[in-house]
Nanobody, 129 residues
Framework: QVQLVESGGGLVQAGGSLRLSCAAS????????MGWFRQAPGKEREFVAA????????YYTDSVKGRFTISRDNAKNTVFLQMNSLKPEDTAAYYC??????????????????????WGQGTQVTVSS
């Protein structure tokens, strides 16, 4: 089992920045791909960004490309999401997710919420206009 705890959410004005963190604990000796998803009220949870276990490949949904950056520090079992140039439409609860990555996979595996086995409780991001 892996436990994930997100932090760093908050209220920010449009154009501002936030950095989300996700700390993993428990059975972290495996290689895990990590992802960030978000869910706005009344909407389905959607993919935001993902990173492979080694940090050499990253994936983003089109709406955040050039504004968000996902990274990881495996020594600290932590993944980050740097969010710049925030927009009101980025307002949502942001969830960290993890899945064991025993091999190489295509981008669709990383971007599908069905691929992930472990989820955090979420952190709220609110962007005011």
């Amino acid at each position: 089992q892996v436990q994930l705890v997100e932090s760093g959410g908050g209220l920010v004005q449009a154009g501002g920045s936030l950095r989300l963190s996700c700390a993993a604990s428990g059975r972290t000796n495996r290689r895990y791909a990590m992802g960030w998803f978000r869910q706005a009220p009344g909407k389905e949870r959607e993919f935001v960004a993902a990173i492979n276990w080694s940090g050499t490949s990253t994936y983003y949904t089109d709406s955040v490309k050039g504004r968000f950056t996902i990274s990881r520090d495996n020594a600290k079992n932590t993944v980050f999401l740097q969010m710049n140039s925030l927009k009101p439409e980025d307002t949502a609860a942001y969830y960290c997710a993890a899945v064991s990555q025993p091999g190489s996979y295509g981008s669709s595996w990383f971007t599908s919420k069905g691929s992930y086995d472990y989820w955090g409780q979420g952190t709220q991001v609110t962007v005011s206009s």
